[in-house]
Nanobody, 129 residues
């Protein structure tokens, strides 16, 4: 059983930056593809980014492409989401997810929350205008 704990959320002004971290335990971190999702009030959970076990394959939602960067450090069992040029519409609870396979598969698979096996509790990101 994999446990995921997110950190790094907070309040930031539009145009600012935040880096989210997700620490994993209880499994072989390098065996898992990792991802980030977010959920705003009244909206469905949406895909943000995903990364393969080696970090050589990544996917991004169009809404964050060029502003967000996903990365991982397998030695630290941690995945990161660097968020730059933040916008008010980025306000949401951000969730870390793990998938019990090394690759991220297709984009169609990655964007589907049902394809991910483990979830963190989420961290709030609020971007003020």
């Amino acid at each position: 059983q994999v446990q995921l704990v997110e950190s790094g959320g907070g309040l930031v002004q539009a145009g600012g930056s935040l880096r989210l971290s997700c620490a994993a335990s209880g499994g072989t971190f390098s065996s898992y593809a990792m991802g980030w999702f977010r959920q705003a009030p009244g909206k469905e959970r949406e895909f943000v980014a995903a990364i393969s076990w080696r970090g050589d394959s990544t996917y991004y939602a169009d809404s964050v492409k060029g502003r967000f960067t996903i990365s991982r450090d397998n030695a630290k069992n941690t995945v990161y989401l660097q968020m730059n040029s933040l916008k008010p519409e980025d306000t949401a609870v951000y969730y870390c997810a793990a998938r019990a396979r090394p690759s991220i598969g297709t984009m169609t698979e990655s964007v589907n929350p049902a394809r991910w096996d483990y979830w963190g509790q989420g961290t709030q990101v609020t971007v003020s205008s």
